[in-house]
């Protein structure tokens, strides 16, 4: 196992957008499409996954992390996980608390065991979920959590971390279940600037975040096919992006972002992009 040890092992994360300090990734060494579960695989079924690829891609990505001060986890991939490179959705930390997720789907059920094995033997505690919550659906914003609710994440989850939680305001954000995890459709890169395809929320939804004082960008849906929306901050403004994403980078960047390019086109086949594929443990 990838592991690197610590004296001390903290977990803190307030926000999407705070300087990341430590992240955890897994290889797509056995990526691939068994289970259609969205559109993007849909296409790609016959095609699927060239792993050789999708692993230089995962290396870049990995390394440009690394050059930007970013402290890399690997979690050892495993045949019996093809979709296991989205980190994301195994587990999320909201401000010192780290939570595993209980996984909805049957084919990505056992990956959390493997972040489990980590966080033992790191001596890091953490919470296990219940009711069914992915973390592709947790979006943390200061003293507000964002949750959407879809197949993968439900209302019954919601209502127990609100109870674990007693010093957040958890925030129902309902969208359409087809694309899968609410960072597909919504992020947030600074306290005044998100992410929306506004396609998969209702009107109600769009001017609730907007209400809350974010310049909302809007991504086309040939971008949100793309994974326009699933960007990954890590901190001074700098975002992860595909460069066939033109628009939402232009945009970005006239809102003063600096856009690090990374080609993920192999990885996003699968439907996940820069943030499914990072679980950030630590951000400062």
Not at 7 to 20: G, N, P, V
Not at 102 to 108: D, G, T, Y
Request: negative net charge; charged residues 30%.
């Amino acid at each position: 196992m990838d592991f690197p040890m610590k004296e001390t092992a903290i977990t803190q994360c307030d926000t999407e957008y705070d300087t990341l300090r430590r992240v955890i990734l897994c290889p797509p060494k056995f990526m691939a499409i068994e289970e259609v579960i969205n559109d993007v695989q849909k296409k790609y079924e016959d095609e699927n996954i060239n792993v050789e690829l999708a692993m230089k891609q995962h290396e870049e990505f990995e390394r440009t992390l690394k050059e930007h001060d970013v402290e890399v986890i690997k979690l050892p991939a495993s045949e019996q996980f093809p979709e296991q490179v989205f980190t994301r959705d195994i587990g999320f930390t909201v401000g010192d608390e780290l939570f595993v997720s209980e996984m909805a789907s049957e084919i990505r059920q056992g990956e959390e065991e493997v972040l489990e094995d980590w966080l033992e033997e790191e001596d890091i505690p953490f919470q296990t979920t219940t009711d069914r919550v992915e973390g592709g659906d947790v979006i943390v914003d200061r003293q507000t959590v964002y949750v959407g609710i879809s197949s993968r994440t439900s209302e019954a989850a919601v209502r127990q971390l609100k109870r674990d939680l007693p010093d957040y305001e958890i925030v129902q954000v309902p969208f359409d279940e087809k694309y899968l995890h609410l960072d597909c459709v919504f992020n947030i890169l600074s306290p005044e600037v998100g992410l929306i395809f506004p396609k998969a929320l209702d009107p109600k939804t769009i001017d609730m975040l907007a209400d809350r004082k974010y310049k909302l960008i809007e991504v086309s849906e040939e971008e949100q096919f793309t994974m326009g929306t699933n960007v990954l901050s890590i901190g001074d403004k700098k975002v992860f992006s595909l460069p066939q994403n033109k628009n939402v980078n232009a945009a970005m960047r006239a809102h003063g972002f600096e856009v690090i390019e990374v080609d993920f086109s192999e990885i996003i086949k699968s439907g996940g992009s820069f943030r499914c594929c990072s679980m950030p443990v630590v951000r400062e």
